[in-house]
T-cell receptor
Framework: EPEVTQTPSHQVTQMGQEVILRCVPI?????FYWYRQILGQKVEFLVS????????KSEIFDDQFSVERPDGSNFTLKIRSTKLEDSAMYFC??????????????FGPGTRLLVL | RKEVEQDPGPFNVPEGATVAFNCTYS??????FFWYRQDCRKEPKLLMS???SGNEDGRFTAQLNRASQYISLLIRDSKLSDSATYLC???????????FGQGTTLQVKP
């Protein structure tokens, strides 16, 4: 069964450093997403991406964040200057269409980011 | 007001019990509804979509009441393996943005 993969599974970084989280969406999917989950809190939408453009972003997704599809398979989330409050689990997801009725999004296993 | 609200629990039930979870959503423009399951420190996984007519998948039954903006999940004959957090999720349509509830934790005991 096709699945979304993410690397690394864990990342520890110092405050102020840049991190890049990587995802490989399911191959025939066209819409890609990043969500985050701070420990003990709910899953929160960050950004959606289609046709090499951001479709929608949340208020969390400020200028410190950027997304890119550098080649035909990878989808990345970059945090330019990490803050302590960026510590969270980051999930990548993908879907065939964006927002289709009852459309399923498939989530990757997540990258646990710890900012010290 | 939170856009998707759930009772966080935890619900502690014996094996074989029937348990029901409720969820309310605030945006009447919501179009798609789901229950996801999340095991500890793992990714959310789709349990089932929720349709207006109600739908069943084995021991799981989901109901949607659009007028009351209320979604439910019923689990019959609980198994130890059902222990997890159940996430109520909505989508307003025209965008892929999923809005998650806080989750309801279920612990099934032998």
């Amino acid at each position: 069964e096709p699945e979304v993969t993410q690397t690394p599974s864990h990342q520890v970084t110092q405050m102020g450093q840049e991190v890049i989280l990587r995802c490989v969406p399911i191959s025939n999917h066209l819409y890609f997403y990043w969500y985050r989950q701070i420990l003990g809190q709910k899953v929160e939408f960050l950004v959606s991406f289609y046709n090499n453009e951001i479709s929608e972003k949340s208020e969390i997704f400020d200028d410190q964040f950027s997304v890119e599809r550098p080649d035909g398979s990878n989808f990345t989330l970059k945090i330019r200057s990490t803050k302590l409050e960026d510590s969270a689990m980051y999930f990548c997801a993908s879907s065939t269409y964006g927002g289709g009725y009852q459309e399923t999004q498939y989530f990757g296993p997540g990258t646990r980011l710890l900012v010290l | 007001r939170k856009e998707v609200e759930q009772d966080p629990g935890p619900f502690n039930v014996p094996e074989g019990a029937t348990v029901a979870f409720n969820c309310t959503y605030s945006n009447s423009a919501s179009q798609s509804f789901f229950w996801y399951r999340q095991d500890c420190r793992k990714e959310p996984k789709l349990l089932m979509s929720v349709y207006s007519s109600g739908n069943e998948d084995g021991r799981f039954t989901a109901q949607l009441n659009r007028a009351s903006q209320y979604i439910s999940l019923l689990i019959r004959d609980s198994k130890l393996s059902d222990s997890a957090t159940y996430l109520c999720v909505v989508n307003r349509g025209n965008t892929g943005k999923l809005i998650f509830g806080q989750g309801t934790t279920l612990q099934v005991k032998p």
